[in-house]
């Protein structure tokens, strides 16, 4: 996983390219750095941190988007790559070299897909679309201008990817300009655009993460008889218990005994895990809500570990926060952060938010590292897929 210091001074930032059904399709990477993108010496350090990335871990089975640099453009550096695959995005000033045309169906050749970064229809990159096949607008741009800019990659034979879309207008934007596919925060949110109350099924997850929330010692037993009340939930967590994951030397039959062995987080987890209706297809938006609250915790502590699960939960199902404050009880320093953006863990969040929003200004915002946020984050991607993951093969399992 990547690391910094005042040395080396890069961000990776990662977001999902999904199609309009919102499944992703690939992950995109950048890394930001204090120097211009043409400075050697940032190229320098943006290759030595692609080479300490894990691509597979941080895409998990989908292709990884990776902004080039000259030497891997050219070949003269090995390119990092992912298991299902690693896409080369081109600057508008690689598109501008006489060589580009070379360097694209070169990697064509060793099944590499190239995406032209910033397009603008300009003449270095219309002449490359073709052999591209992909190119990305601004999702933010006006309307008119967004269109034209769809119209012309697609009369060229490309497909179009909008990047920086961030709000519903920007999605309606990118959907009525014909884009294919959407990049953007890692939670996307649903169509709907007003908030919800939740089903009963759902405040009873919530419940159980209030049980799991307190700050003095928690009530397992409590707990055992919330989960016990719970049909599905008692399967799920006596399944869980008992899979390869703990390795018992024998089997657990009490439903006390298994809420004591999961812990809270894990149980925290499960209850999300069951709000989603996890199954194998909906890996990636509990992938996203584990990520969200790993990082969270990695910059606090366990506070903040409920801080940003809430809070990632919220804005995955479109339940409204002051729902989630209220059915979870959580602890007057928890709502003020979830619902005002307050404190020390109101910080934090704003800062994972921004960083999954790829707004490198806004992270700085908060007062907190970038670097830290980023790696925080990074760090958080790998174990948070390995927990969904099982989540969500328990579910059909159970």
């Known amino acids: 996983m990547p690391h910094s210091s005042p040395s080396s001074p890069v961000a990776v930032y990662r977001q999902p390219v999904v199609d309009l059904d919102r499944n992703v399709r690939a992950y995109a990477l950048r890394a930001a750095t204090s120097a211009v993108a043409t400075d050697p010496v940032a190229e320098d350090l943006v290759e030595a941190h692609y080479a300490q990335l894990d691509l597979t871990e941080l895409a998990g089975d989908a292709p990884v988007i990776l902004r080039a640099t000259a030497r891997i453009l050219s070949g003269a550096l090995p390119l990092p790559t992912a298991a299902q695959g690693t896409w080369l995005e081109l600057t508008a000033r690689m598109a501008a070299d006489p060589d580009a045309a070379t360097h694209v169906v070169t990697l064509r050749t060793r099944d590499v897909r190239t995406v032209l970064g910033d397009y603008a229809a300009t003449p270095g990159q219309d002449a490359l679309l073709p052999l591209a096949g992909w190119a990305k607008v601004d999702a933010t741009a006006e309307p008119e201008r967004l269109r034209a800019l769809v119209e012309r990659a697609h009369a060229l034979g490309g497909q179009v990817i909008a990047e920086r879309v961030g709000t519903a207008r920007d999605l309606q934007a990118a959907q009525a300009a014909g884009a294919d596919l959407l990049q953007g925060p890692m939670l996307v949110r649903r169509e709907e655009a007003q908030t919800r109350e939740g089903s009963a099924g759902e405040l009873q997850c919530l419940e159980l993460v209030r049980l799991l929330s307190v700050e003095d010692e928690i009530n397992f037993t409590a707990v055992a008889n919330m ?49 989603i209706d996890a199954r194998p297809t909906a890996v990636g938006p509990l992938w996203a809500v ?21 809070s990632a939960v919220s804005a995955q199902q479109n339940l409204s926060l002051a729902t989630m404050v209220r059915r979870t009880g959580v602890s007057a320093q928890v709502a003020d952060a979830l619902l005002n953006g307050a404190g020390r863990y109101g910080a934090v969040l704003a800062a994972v938010v921004a960083y999954e929003a790829d707004d490198p200004q806004a992270v700085i915002a908060t007062g907190i590292d970038p670097f830290a946020v980023a790696h925080a984050y990074l760090d958080a991607v790998p174990a948070a897929l390995s927990t969904a993951t099982a989540l969500c093969v328990e579910a059909v399992s159970a």
């Open 227 to 275: 989960v016990a009340s719970d049909p599905e939930m008692s399967v799920r967590v006596l399944h869980m218990v008992n899979s390869s994951a703990f390795a018992l030397a024998r089997t657990v039959d009490s439903v006390r005994t298994a809420v004591v062995l999961m812990g809270a987080r894990r149980l925290a987890a499960l209850a999300m895990a069951s709000l």
């Open 290 to 310: 584990l990520t969200r609250a790993l990082a969270c915790r990695t910059l606090t502590d366990e506070t903040g570990y409920t801080v940003g699960l809430l």
